[in-house]
């Protein structure tokens, strides 16, 4: 009798197992036949694709697979397909896309336990919007030019803790004067003044639990995301305490703070305490561990290619003789030269590898050479600044250290329209804190330039790629010795 049961549910699976094939193979067929897919990528292991080999290595897998398949292409990673756009013609749609069509909700849970409930991508998108809104009132620039005399105190207090001469780990310098001048220009006047090694360390504790297994499982229970959770927990309690203090006085100050504690929502409502909380540490996430990341970025390059320091030690004894030891908001708005610096080192380095969207819709792209993909409606899209910054009909020899690439006359981020240089996104969802990013790091190194002799003694730093932020390598050690540019 039991035979007879087994035998009955082993047929029966038989036919089940055949219908499904059966409907799998009919729908694969009736796909090839009328849609246009992406090539995808093929991979040693089954289902994963080629995520191994992303993970590994982005830029060479990119690259890779780029010259291989052409500007669009898919990874199959386990359940979820990625499609990548990677050049100006196609990745054009991403940057434009309303979102009903891609939105960042999805991909970006992984934020949730970081930035609070109902805060930036764990809003409906209406909110969203007025939460960015609320941003770019901090970014404007009559605050931009507030900001630049706090930046130039905090490097001035940071570099003055050098000695005559040294050697530092430039990495390291970065990270901690980066919270410094966050911690003033968004956090205030009273944490900062306040601002203890405790707080530093909850604010890298933070960042530390960014790696790739957190993307992908927010809310795993291992130990950095129990530190990441503790230190979240800290932090409100800290900032929590400064914005019932700010909101009771009658003071009222000119930072990020401040202006988010006065937003208020269109229908009339005042932004609550854990919200404030919450898109400050926003802003520190978004801005912190990108910014010192690009600031060591900029000086290796510098140091490596000594042409470029000599450019930028020019520029500075010119406007020297313009505006005097002060690093002035409008000084620093002719910083032509280490501008180009700059932006070189985030085309080269761009310390967010990916951008993601998930799509809600059928779309149809045409790349370069005419031919047309169409892309399924529940993949994830993605665009990678890391091979988009370098498409070679674009960008002259891509892989070299060059920013008189950026040179009026020349400007070979714009050859291709606006999505040539996508360090700080584009369209929609552009940057909000791209103007003062430049603010910050022209502010730091022109300080240096200024005030120091610097040398890089270890070796050009490689890139770290198994991280959300792709930071150099290891330390960056330089040896510094202080002196004062001569103006003629």
């Known amino acids: 009798m039991m035979n007879n049961k087994l035998q009955l549910f082993n047929v029966f699976f038989l036919i089940v197992a055949t219908i499904v094939a059966t409907k799998l193979i009919l729908k694969t067929l009736l796909i090839k036949s009328s849609k246009r897919l992406p ?16 993970v590994a290595n982005p830029v060479e897998m990119l690259k890779e697979e780029y010259e291989s398949l052409g500007s669009v292409f898919t990874i199959n990673a386990v359940y979820k397909n990625i499609t990548f756009l990677l050049e100006p013609d196609v990745s ?12 960042q909700k999805e991909v970006y849970g992984f934020t949730v336990p970081i930035f609070g409930p109902g805060i930036v991508y764990d809003a409906e998108y209406s909110v969203r919007k007025e939460q960015f809104h609320f941003f770019e009132e901090s970014f404007r620039i009559d605050k931009l030019r507030g900001f630049v005399d706090y930046m130039s105190q905090e490097v001035q207090i940071c570099f003055s803790k050098w000695g005559d001469s040294g050697e530092v780990d430039l990495k390291q310098e970065m990270e901690n004067l980066i919270i410094l001048i966050a911690s003033r220009c968004f956090l205030g006047r009273e944490v900062r003044e306040n601002l203890s090694e405790d707080v530093t360390a909850l604010i890298n504790e933070i960042n530390v639990a960014m790696g ?3 993307t992908m499982f927010p809310h795993l229970p291992i130990p950095p995301h129990r530190r990441r959770d503790k230190a979240r927990k800290r932090l409100d309690d800290i900032f929590s305490k400064v914005i019932l203090s700010r909101r009771s006085s009658p003071k009222s100050e000119d930072d990020m703070l401040q202006s988010l504690v006065n937003s208020k929502y269109k ?3 005042a932004t609550t305490v854990t919200e404030v909380t919450g ?8 801005g912190q561990r990108s910014s010192s990341t690009t600031a060591t970025w900029v000086g290796a390059n510098l140091f490596y290619h000594k042409k470029f320091w000599l450019h930028a030690m020019e520029e500075q004894i010119r406007l020297m003789k313009k505006y005097g030891d002060a690093i002035t908001y409008d000084a620093l708005s002719e910083m032509h030269v280490l501008y180009r610096c700059i932006k070189e080192a985030l085309r080269l380095h761009p310390p967010i590898p990916m951008l993601l969207r998930q799509s809600h819709k059928d779309f149809t792209v045409t790349i370069r050479k005419g031919d047309k993909y169409d892309i399924p409606k529940g993949h994830i899209i993605a665009v990678s600044p890391i091979l988009s910054n370098r ?12 920013p008189e690439r950026f040179c009026p006359g020349r400007e070979e981020d714009k050859l291709a329209g606006p999505f040539s240089f996508i360090s700080f996104g584009g369209g929609k969802h552009s940057c909000l804190g791209e103007s003062f990013a430049f603010l910050e790091l022209k502010t730091i190194w022109s300080y240096l330039i200024r005030n120091f002799e610097l040398e890089l003694i270890s070796s050009f730093p490689e890139t770290k790629c198994d991280d959300i932020i792709h930071s150099p390598k290891g330390k960056v050690m330089i040896r510094y010795k202080r002196r004062k540019l001569v103006i003629e």
């Open 279 to 286: 898109m400050l540490i926003t802003a520190l996430y978004g």
């Open 92 to 103: 054009a749609y991403f940057f434009k896309a309303g979102e009903s069509e891609l939105s």
């Open 212 to 214: 790739p297994l957190t």
């Open 267 to 269: 229908d009339g409502r």
């Open 39 to 54: 090539p995808v990528v093929k991979g040693r292991i089954p289902l994963i694709g080629g995520v191994a080999r992303f």
């Open 391 to 402: 498409v070679p009909h674009i960008y002259k020899n891509p892989d070299s250290h060059d």
